[in-house]
């Protein structure tokens, strides 16, 4: 239901296809299907908007054209301040171009991991960030971070929010791409206000970041509320 909303109203946002990708988005399909059983939808949805309708997920497809990886097809009702249309097409360096230091420090193992995913193989990853917006769907920065200035410190912990993902990469056999999976948690900062051993793996996260973590995530626009939290924790 969250989704079929999205894709009927802002689909633009949250759906985009490159021509030549539905063999793939329907191997995508055929998985889902597999795993959760056959399920009806209608015959003209494309077959990895149907695939993703039947799970929490954001699915994307990613193909390699002209000797690049490249995102080919995407839903995604969960993505955090970025659209479909804005990266539809994208390789694997450009989409990851805002990360510092990715191109010299992790692109060359990322292609590799691609180029050496096995049928049988699931990779998976999780990280995590911190927003003042308790919202699945975020496509724009702008909006969110002109509220934080509005936040009282002694709010700080019902405002700001986890946002934790678990990502997946497998390969898909028969049409020789990949299927990456992003399934997002959000929690507000105040649910570790009672569990001190979780409290304290935050704290410890938070203020050991790197720099280039905390430039990247903006983790600045945040510290005074977070420092204020962890002064004064209180429980949602």
Same mark, same amino acid.
């Given at each position: ?9 802002r ?9 030549g ?9 055929e998985?889902?299907a ?14 990895l ?19 690049e990886w490249r ?8 993505g955090s ?6 990266? +539809?097409?994208?390789?694997?360096a450009?989409?990851?171009?805002p ?5 010299d ?15 049988d ?22 909006? +969110?971070?002109?509220? +934080?200035?509005?936040?009282a410190?002694?709010?700080a ?8 993902e ?15 999976t ?20 935050f ?16 983790f600045?626009?945040?510290d ?8 004064d924790?209180q429980?949602?």
């Open positions: 239901a969250r989704k079929d909303a999205l894709y009927a109203d689909r633009g946002l949250v759906w985009a296809e490159a021509e990708s539905r063999p793939g988005q329907a191997e995508a399909l998985l889902v597999a795993a959760l059983g056959p399920a009806p939808h209608p015959p003209d949805l494309p077959p908007y149907a695939a993703a309708r039947r799970t929490p997920d954001d699915l994307c497809l990613m193909e390699k054209r002209d000797g995102l080919t097809a995407l839903s995604l009702s969960a301040f970025f659209t479909a249309e804005e990266v +539809i097409g994208r390789s694997l450009e989409l990851h171009g990360v510092t230091g990715f191109a420090r992790f692109l060359v193992r990322v292609q590799r991991i691609f180029e050496g995913l096995r049928p193989l699931v990779l998976e990853r999780r990280n995590w960030t911190l927003l003042n917006s308790g919202e699945l769907h975020t496509p724009a920065s702008a909006p +969110i971070r002109a509220r +934080i200035g509005h936040i410190p002694a709010d912990g019902g405002a700001l929010h986890l946002r934790v678990r990502q997946t990469l497998r390969r898909l056999p028969m049409t020789g791409g990949a299927l990456f992003i399934r997002v948690w959000l929690a507000p900062l105040s649910s570790l206000a009672d569990q001190p051993e979780r409290l304290a793996a704290a410890e996260a938070w203020r050991a970041a790197t720099p280039e973590l905390r430039a990247y995530k903006r600045d626009l945040y005074d509320l977070v420092e204020a939290f962890l002064r924790p429980p949602a």
